[in-house]
């Protein structure tokens, strides 16, 4: 059974960073593209970062780009959100996903999802 268990979040002062990661589990992910979204309280969730299966190519949201960097491991399986200069509004819980193919953006590009972690930045 696939199994994504997020970690690292916690709280920080605006400008600090954080580093999340991701272990997945299951089965073996290096030919799927993973990804990282956000949910903040009442609003929908949204994508933050996509890294290809192949090539390893890095997209991100308008809002994290310069301040967030995705990677993965594919020995580890797992994949990793580096989130430096924290706002405020980057507060929201977090969650990792497996794509369905080599690339993926939407949410319904993607299979998989973890629990999520929170992350809180404070003022």
């Known amino acids: 059974q696939e199994q994504l268990v997020e970690s690292g979040g916690g709280l920080v002062q605006a400008g600090g960073s954080l580093r999340l990661s991701c272990a997945a589990s299951?089965?073996?992910?290096?030919?799927?593209?993973m990804g990282w979204f956000r949910q903040a309280p009442g609003k929908e969730r949204e994508f933050v970062a996509g890294?290809?299966?192949?090539?390893?190519?890095?997209y991100y949201t308008d809002s994290v780009k310069g301040r967030f960097t995705i990677s993965r491991d594919n020995a580890k399986n797992t994949v990793y959100l580096q989130m430096n200069s924290l706002k405020p509004e980057d507060t929201a819980v977090y969650y990792c996903?497996?794509?369905?193919?080599?690339?993926?953006?939407?949410?319904?590009?993607?299979?998989?999802w973890g629990q999520g972690t929170q992350v809180t930045v404070s003022s």
């Open positions: 890294i290809s299966s192949t090539f390893g190519i890095t």
């Open positions: 299951g089965r073996t992910f290096s030919s799927y593209a």
């Open positions: 996903a497996v794509g369905r193919g080599v690339l993926a953006r939407a949410l319904t590009d993607f299979a998989s």
